[in-house]
Structure formats: C-alpha cells, structure tokens
C-alpha cells in the first residue's frame, strides 16, 4: 500500500510555507543594541526546548513539506551540544527531504565550529557585521570583538562555507562605512545584505526613528560608485538584489520600512521555547511546546501547526511614516530568532 504525503503547509493566502527558521537559544555573547538590553534576563533553561524536542519538532516541518532550515538564537552556537543538531538534521539533507540546512550567526564561534558545520552538510552562512571599525564594533555590540569575527569568517571560507554578510543600515553609525563594506566584501568574494532596522523592543530606551537610514537613500549612494542591475533572484527570504557590474558583487537589500516585502513570505519562525511567530512584525504567535511534550505522536503537533498557519496574516505592519514609530512589536528580535 502506498502511503500519501501530508498535505502541504499553505496560509490563507495560497503562499505554500517552505522556510523554517528555529531559535535555538535566547541567549548571545553580544548585546547588539538594536537586538537586546545590555542587562538582558535571559529565560529559565527548563523552558528551552531541548535540542532532542528541537530536533523532533524541525522532522515534523520536514514531513510537512519545509524544504530550508535555517538556525538562530541568540547566538545559535553558544547553545551547549548544538552540533548534535546539526548532524541531527544532515540526515535530511541525506535524505533530500530538505534542500538547505543553514544558520545565522554573529560570527564569534565561526573558528571553533565551521569545520564541523560544513561536515553536517552546511554550505553557507549569514554573519552580522556592521562595521569594520574595532571601536565602532565594541560600542554597537557592546561585547564583541571585531577580530574574533573576522577569524570566524576565514574559518568558514577555509572551511568551504560560502559567507554572507548582514549589515543593519544605521544612521550616523556606519553611512560613512558603505563603500569600505562593499569593498572589503567584494575583495573576499562575499555578498552582503543590507537590512533596514526594525521596530522591535526596548522601544522606551532606544529611539528606532534615530537609527532609520534608508535603504533608498543607500541604494542610490551606492549607484553614484556602481552600475547596479537588478536581479531576479529568489532565495526564499525578504531581500531584493542587484548586481555591481564592475565587481560582480551581489547585494541585498530587506526593506521592511520602505517596501514591504510581505507579498511573498512563505516563511514562519519558532522561537526556542516553542512559539510559532507566523510574521515577524506582528505579534500573534501560537504554542507548540505543549502538543509536542503533551503526546509521543505527532499528530498533536502537526494539528497545532496548521492551526497556525491558517491564521498567518497576509503581511506586517511596521512603518516609520510621519516620524512616528507604528507597527511595533514589543518583543526583542533576539527572543524570535533573527
């Protein structure tokens, strides 16, 4: 007898869910202003997800039809015993039940793990850089050390990793850094992705209107250097993309603020205890640590998991017209997850 596939994941508005990104970790080794408090109260360890209910919850998005995995935290690598999960999950990729096994990382525990990484079947990460001025990257992630990231990223390459960079467009923080990236990256065969800042937590102590740059602005800066073409690429993700014709150089652009880039989104986050956030700016979230500890079956979980996906709005709602800041969601981008 023939046993038929599961229905595939599809939201109210016929976009079929194939990326799944998992928090694995609230926890980090920077304190990047714009992603946490700098006296951060990370939470309870017993209400993590352990790395064997991670593992069984990303099988079940597997079966469900998720073809890329990408990891988050936090710092996804300072989760203890975190390759068990990832060689957890190669067999996936083995199996060709998925397609891409990724992560996101600030890039500090590249050195020590990238080998590894590329042994479970890992082919390319995004690490987090906003500037390549030591002292500018001791202020904007009040921990970290600019070096220690840049032995990361030659680990990975060394390790045959391909490497992206994300950049958060920061006002009067790094415009003055634009073509010193772009030509830093470029010179190490990286693409980079600019990414507009959000409007997500500690709203009352950090003015996000202060920090908008506009990725039209930055757009159009960088065309006064390069002829930029636009691409078609489709990677699954928010970013738009253009060529620099001179350099051969991708570049990426999340605009969130000044374009919405919802019309597409086929991707839901879990946070690492458990909570399927079906947008990142809206605030409705569902519960699937309880099915999932609360039955050895998945059928629970799985039921759990359409429930969500039938709610999954149509886009979000972050704006920052008129110099006011609406659409904000009072969580922490490090508690859902990159």
Wanted: aromatic share 6%; with cysteine.
């Amino acid at each position: 007898m023939t046993i038929m596939p599961p229905p595939p994941l599809i939201d109210p508005f016929a976009r079929a869910i194939r990326y799944l990104r998992v928090s694995v970790t609230d926890r980090c080794d920077f304190r990047c202003v714009y992603c946490m408090s700098e006296n951060m109260t990370f939470l309870p360890k017993r209400d993590l997800l352990t790395l064997e209910e991670l593992e069984r919850l990303c099988g079940t998005f597997i079966r469900l039809g998720v073809r890329k995995l990408r990891i988050t935290g936090g710092e996804p690598l300072v989760r203890r015993d975190i390759m068990t999960f990832f060689r957890a999950m190669s067999r996936h990729l083995d199996s060709g039940a998925l397609q891409e096994l990724t992560l996101t990382t600030n890039g500090s525990q590249l050195e020590r793990f990238a080998e590894g990484l590329a042994a479970c079947g890992v082919r390319r990460v995004n690490v987090s850089l906003d500037t390549l001025d030591a002292d500018k990257f001791a202020r904007i992630t009040r921990w970290g050390r600019l070096d220690q990231v840049l032995r990361g990223i030659d680990a990975a390459q060394a390790a045959g990793l391909r490497v992206k960079i994300n950049t958060v467009a920061l006002k009067d923080f790094n415009e003055d850094e634009l073509f010193t990236l772009t030509d830093w990256a470029a010179s190490r065969d990286i693409d980079m992705t600019f990414i507009e800042v959000m409007p997500m937590g500690d709203l009352g102590n950090e003015d996000r209107i202060d920090q908008y740059w506009s990725l039209r602005d930055l757009r159009a800066r960088l065309a006064t250097r390069h002829p930029l073409t636009d691409l078609p690429d489709d990677t699954g993700g928010p970013a738009r993309y253009v060529r620099l014709a001179d350099t051969g150089q991708r570049i990426g652009f999340i605009t969130p603020l000044s374009h919405n880039f919802c019309e597409s989104c086929n991707r839901v986050r879990i946070t690492c205890t458990g909570e399927i956030y079906t947008c990142l700016g809206q605030e409705g979230h569902a519960d699937l640590r309880a099915p999932l500890r609360a039955s050895d079956g998945d059928a629970p979980l799985e039921a759990a998991i359409r429930a969500a996906i039938a709610s999954k709005p149509k886009g979000h709602d972050f704006d920052y017209a008129r110099q006011t800041v609406a659409g904000q969601v009072s969580r922490h981008m490090s508690h859902t997850g990159g």
